[in-house]
């Protein structure tokens, strides 16, 4: 990997991180742009450098570095009841990388179900920390209640912000000779 491409992968590990500090918390579950930095950080470097970053940022967090929402880092948080949340994201970064070379709405689609996986696979996390190793019983309603419903319009917003965003952000990379894919 060259270093224009390491350090493309480095910056959008930085960037999640300061998204994910511009954050409102509702509820067990921290309302944050990073839905946004992690499209962004798929469209603007690929599949493979998009999800690559996401995994910088996890482990940034995981060795104690404040880069999670509301400044939290550390094993608790990466494997705590949000931990869906954090394989989610890698997930949707591949995915989001993956859409690049199609046209702008099925884009879009390809990654709204891509954000439906985050969402399974976080709601599914939440519940079984809940359920198993916190032993406080929750329905599946209650966890999708707690941790996905009230996210679904805005991040959906923020999804179709970041595509259209990144895709202009590769067309004036690749004009000035970048190419972080």
């Known amino acids: 990997m060259s270093i224009q491409k390491m350090t493309g992968v480095a910056v959008f590990a930085a960037l999640v991180a300061v998204f994910s500090q511009m954050s409102l918390l ?7 742009m990073q839905i946004f930095a992690v499209t962004l950080a798929g469209v603007v470097l690929g599949p493979k450098r998009g999800a690559l970053s ?3 940022w996890e482990l940034l967090g995981a060795f104690g570095l404040p880069v999670f929402a509301m400044a939290h880092g550390g094993l608790t948080s990466l494997l705590g009841p949000l931990v869906g949340f954090f394989i989610g994201f890698i997930i949707h970064a591949y995915v989001c990388g993956l859409t690049n070379n199609m046209r ?11 954000l439906a996986v985050v969402y399974f696979l976080g709601v599914t996390g939440f519940w079984a920390e809940y359920n198993f190793l916190l032993g406080k019983a929750i329905p599946v309603s209650k966890a999708f209640a707690a941790c996905a419903a009230p996210f679904i319009v805005f991040d ?3 999804l179709v912000l970041a595509v259209t965003a990144g895709r202009r952000a590769v067309r004036i990379l690749k004009k000035a000779g970048i190419n972080l894919y």
């Open 104 to 114: 702008l709405i099925p884009a879009i689609l390809c990654n709204i179900l891509s």
């Open 26 to 32: 509702i509820g067990p579950v921290p309302h944050t």
């Open 54 to 56: 996401i995994v910088v």
């Open 156 to 158: 959906i917003i923020k």
